[in-house]
């Protein structure tokens, strides 16, 4: 409309040529003729009356043009609802409009399109106004960095990419993590806090299953790990809801902006740790953060400064540390097995259900809300540590231990605690020797401890402190003869033995 009233202005009040205002407005000269044609077949005069709006010079100069202006319009809003039902289609919802009166009908394409258009202008889109300190929004960016082994070239894993962002400045963290597994996901949150030296007052995170139990538009259920980190911090969750990302869309952004200025950076760099990868990723994060706004005035660390860091609460006294829960079952053993190791219970405890509290350092065990057990952990696979106090009384009489079995010997002499100490540092593990150290020990049931005394000491002489050979001794009555040597120092005479002459 105003290249028509710009026609019409050139052609009557300044006195152009057609030529001259083809040329001011850009449009053809034969263009020019029929708009001033029509206008003056309109019966519209120059200057336009003041009521006069855009529409009715419009409907004045193309009277009669468009054909589809006197085509009837479909109900939009029935239509709109009847669509919904199973098994009903556009076409069946035309014939019917059609049926009513075809020579106003518009056709099937154009009924179409304009329901189309018109289902268009229904949505909505509210503006959020963010508060300063108020929401954090999370999620992971959708590309991976892999981490490749330096001495094979292959690919170790794919690290994840945790982006969090505060809703008043934009203010921007991203961490490379190993996984998206719960562990990594709460300590992700713990490093955010570190960086922005406060804590929101809200989490919006995705419904990722580290995050959220059971996903719901109205009634989430968090994760119980997660819940607690959040207590310790004295924040609140509130998911945004399923298959709606606007709810979280200052953290979508966020990940686009990720993933091209950071990410993208690095498609042609190698990283052989995560400790790498999140080094070089906080060099370009520190340039995404301090980079002037297109939309917004200042820096991201700008605004975060002026805006969010005064209003997050403060940190607690000291960072949330990772607490694995789980149930378990006392075994006959009277052990739970946690990470491939077992820790004891008090015995009688077996066939209880427990709760296993694991941390990096220390592992808890609750039975109905009580501590029953502590045991520092243990990362070693198919071990088990066992507290004596948790054992019953005759598990613990057959179980022997080095120094019982050094004060046994040193009851009986220090030349039979000498052989017990040399047959315990002969196996590679303490308890390999402890058959051996029992034979030894209980001779003294059937030659006293006297002989048993004298039989390790004659044995000490030959070198030999052997169970063989301190039998031997107790057995022919030699443990007290200077002229026995042992059974394996005696001389082998025989033909077939070349002797030293041979060899010269």
Not at 330 to 335: C, E, I, S, T, W
Not at 391 to 419: D, F
Request: proline fraction near 5%; charged fraction near 20%.
């Amino acid at each position: 409309m105003n290249k028509i009233k710009d026609i019409l202005r050139l052609r009557f009040d300044a006195g152009l040529s057609l030529r001259d205002v083809s040329k001011c407005c850009a449009v053809g000269p034969a263009t020019v003729s029929e708009i001033l044609s029509r206008f003056s077949a309109s019966g519209l005069t120059w200057p336009l009356p003041e009521q006069c709006s855009d529409t009715e010079l419009e409907n004045a100069v193309y009277k009669g043009r468009n054909v589809s202006r006197h085509k009837r319009q479909p109900d939009f809003v029935t239509m709109h609802h009847e669509l919904k039902r199973k098994g009903m289609t556009k076409l069946l919802l035309w014939q019917e409009y059609r049926e009513e009166e075809p020579a106003t009908a518009y056709g099937y394409t154009q009924f179409c399109e304009h329901y189309g258009r018109w289902v268009r202008t229904q949505k909505r889109s509210m503006r959020q106004l963010h508060l300063a300190g108020d929401k954090l929004f999370i999620d992971y960016c959708g590309p991976t960095v892999p981490i490749i082994d330096p001495n094979t070239g292959e690919v170790l894993y794919e690290a994840q990419i945790y982006v969090a962002t505060l809703g008043a400045s934009n203010y921007t963290y991203v961490e490379a993590m190993r996984s998206q597994q719960l562990q990594d996901w709460i300590m992700a949150h713990v490093h955010a806090f570190t960086f922005f030296d406060g804590v929101p007052q809200l989490l919006v995170p995705d419904n990722l299953r580290s995050a959220v139990t059971k996903a719901s538009s109205y009634a989430p259920i968090l994760n119980e790990n997660y819940a607690r980190m959040a207590r310790h911090y004295g924040t609140a969750i509130m998911p945004a809801r399923p298959y709606k990302p606007k709810d979280k869309s200052k953290v979508e952004n966020a990940v686009l902006i990720v993933e091209r200025w950071i990410l993208m950076r690095l498609r042609h760099e190698h990283f052989y740790t995560l400790s790498s990868l999140n080094q070089r990723i906080q060099e370009l994060l520190f340039e995404l953060n301090h980079r002037q706004q297109r939309v917004h005035p200042g820096s991201r660390y700008e605004l975060y400064i002026r805006l969010d860091k005064p209003a997050l609460m403060p940190l607690p006294a000291y960072a949330y540390e990772y607490i694995d829960s789980k149930q378990a079952r006392v075994g006959p053993d009277y052990h739970v097995l946690y990470a491939k190791h077992a820790y004891s219970v008090p015995h009688h405890l077996v066939g209880k259900n427990v709760t296993l509290e694991a941390t990096a350092q220390i592992i808890c065990i609750y039975y109905q809300g009580n501590v029953i057990a502590q045991h520092p952990r243990k990362h070693q696979p198919g071990g088990f540590t066992t507290v004596k106090e948790h054992m019953p009384e005759a598990h613990v009489k057959q179980r022997w231990s080095t120094e019982r079995l050094l004060g046994w010997a040193n009851n009986i002499g220090s030349g039979c605690r000498t052989v017990i100490t040399s047959q315990l540092q002969r196996r590679q593990h303490p308890e390999q020797a402890i058959k051996s150290c029992l034979a030894i020990l209980t001779l003294t049931n059937k030659y006293g401890q006297e002989r048993l005394e004298a039989a390790c000491q004659k044995a000490l002489l030959l070198e030999q402190p052997h169970l063989k050979v301190i039998t031997n001794l107790l057995v022919n009555n030699k443990e007290r003869d200077t002229s026995f040597t042992g059974a394996d120092e005696q001389p082998v005479n025989h033909h077939n033995i070349r002797g030293q002459h041979y060899y010269q």
